[in-house]
């Protein structure tokens, strides 16, 4: 899940009834969760690409009176089922939270988790290359030779989870609890790879290592785009935003706001991206389940 959301306060919810005899618009909180680089804090406030989204499609939304809180991620179911009525952009659609959200329309498909590895090292890597130019990630990790770490207790999606599980005991895998380093770690050469959000990787790679060269491998049969959905409090305002961003979504069928996510990309996971992109606009999303966690 990739949650988007800034500012203060808790509401009051307002009826339909009474802000139609008030005059008074009527209120939602959008839940901002710290998670780089789709949000990060910055001065007091939160910033990137998750943000710039947000303020697209709530710029187009005047009829509400939008507010933003600040909600650190353990905190963020328990915030958006209280009183009042919440949205948040990036929570993946699950039977559990539809019982208690409304979830719009996918509208941020983005990239799956990618293998990440020295650039320089990519002659390495080619013999778990299939003809479609993405690694064969259990047959890699079977040859048992490549080092490589993950983040413990955090989900990859069920592709590469189940992958995991059947290679738990291998000894080149470690699971670390931070995962913030990794790339440090890859450059030094004390690891060979690592499985990173595309976005993720560039973002530890601008902020820490600019100088430095990575590649991004796609994964056999995890190369869809996830799309991801903008979910609000089941209230009578929770299901008029919904739809509203279901009409927005419908009247620009070309997504223009997905720039703003692409701009976080590697040049190299941009352009996969972009055609990715034309394609799921054609044909509209795989029936799959992805979800990822941040």
């Given amino acids: 899940m990739f949650a988007f959301l800034i500012g203060l306060g808790c509401l009051i919810p307002l009826t339909s009834?009474?802000?139609?005899?008030?005059?008074?618009k009527q209120s939602v909180t959008w839940t901002l969760t710290p998670l780089p680089p789709a949000m990060l804090e910055k001065d007091g406030q939160i910033v990137g690409y998750g943000v710039d989204i947000l303020n697209w499609f709530s710029s187009r939304l005047p009829q509400y009176n939008h507010?933003?809180?600040?909600?650190?991620?353990?905190r963020l179911l328990k915030t958006i089922t209280?009183?009042?009525?919440?949205?948040?952009?990036?929570?993946?659609?699950?039977?559990?939270?539809?019982?208690?959200?409304?979830?719009?329309n996918a509208?941020?498909?983005?990239?799956?988790?990618?293998?990440?590895?020295?650039?320089?090292?990519?002659?390495?890597?080619?013999?778990?290359?299939?003809?479609?130019?993405?690694?064969?990630?259990?047959r890699m990790i079977a040859f048992g030779k490549m080092n490589g770490a993950l983040r413990s207790q955090r989900s990859y999606g069920p592709v590469i989870d189940a992958i995991l599980r059947r290679n738990i005991n291998n000894p080149g895998l470690?699971?670390?609890?931070?995962?913030?380093?990794f790339l440090q770690l890859i450059s030094l050469g004390r690891l060979d790879w690592t499985l990173y959000l595309p976005a993720e990787?560039?973002?530890?790679?601008?902020?820490?290592?600019?100088?430095?060269?990575?590649?991004?491998w796609h994964i056999a049969g995890n190369d869809h785009l996830m799309p991801a959905s903008i979910s609000c409090s089941k209230t009578a305002t929770g299901d008029a935003i919904v739809a509203a961003i279901n009409r927005l979504a419908k009247d620009n069928p070309n997504m223009p706001w997905t720039r703003f996510y692409a701009s976080a990309l590697s040049r190299q996971d941009k352009q996969h991206y972009e055609q990715k992109l034309q394609a799921y606009i054609r044909n509209g999303p795989p029936v799959l389940n992805l979800a990822v966690d941040q």
């Fill in 174 to 181: 470690s699971f670390i609890g931070n995962d913030a380093n």
């Fill in 82 to 104: 209280g009183p009042g009525t919440f949205c948040n952009i990036g929570m993946n659609s699950t039977p559990e939270r539809r019982e208690f959200l409304h979830f719009s």
């Fill in 17 to 24: 009834t009474a802000s139609a005899q008030t005059g008074e």
């Fill in 67 to 74: 507010i933003r809180e600040i909600v650190p991620l353990p």
């Fill in 201 to 216: 990787a560039e973002f530890y790679r601008r902020a820490k290592l600019p100088a430095e060269m990575f590649a991004s």
């Fill in 107 to 138: 509208v941020l498909p983005h990239l799956p988790v990618s293998l990440i590895t020295k650039a320089e090292r990519n002659e390495q890597f080619k013999p778990f290359i299939n003809k479609d130019g993405e690694v064969d990630l259990e």
